[in-house]
């Protein structure tokens, strides 16, 4: 699992314009089952201890709304950054992704972050 968690977190830093940082986290904790960032001021694991809440509040809303539908990312466009939370289809993990919105490529990221997070899906 650590392998396939690495190689998804190398390939994102490598291959996606923008990166920042990423971690990937448990929806029951919040806790990062891996962080990275190339900003030492930037803990992505905080902020995903953060987003938790984020999605269960837009769960919460989806359910208000009597809507039959699942949450499959959210995105928050920053002055300067681009936020990515990407659900796993058991919506027992997340993808956290932080980008440069000057650099960044939106399309091309969920592109490579879905063919990225194939593996990973298979083990969590």
Do not use: C, W
């Not at 029951?28 to 902020?47: Q, R, T, V």
């Not at 939370?85 to 091309?108: Q, T």
């Amino acid at each position: 699992m650590q392998e396939t968690l690495t190689d998804l977190v190398n390939n994102v830093k490598d291959n996606i314009p923008g990166y920042i940082a990423i971690s990937v986290s448990e929806m029951a904790s919040g806790e990062a089952l891996i962080s990275d960032s190339n900003d030492s001021d930037f803990d992505p694991a905080l902020a995903s201890a953060y987003n938790v809440e984020i999605i269960n509040a837009k769960r919460k809303a989806i359910n208000a709304l009597e809507l039959d539908e699942e949450l499959r990312d959210i995105q928050f466009n920053l002055n300067s950054h681009l936020h990515l939370i990407n659900l796993s289809p058991s919506g027992e993990y997340f993808i956290y992704l932080a980008l440069d919105s000057g650099k960044a490529n939106i399309a091309l990221t969920r592109t490579l972050l879905n063919k990225y997070k194939v593996e990973l899906n298979k083990q969590l």
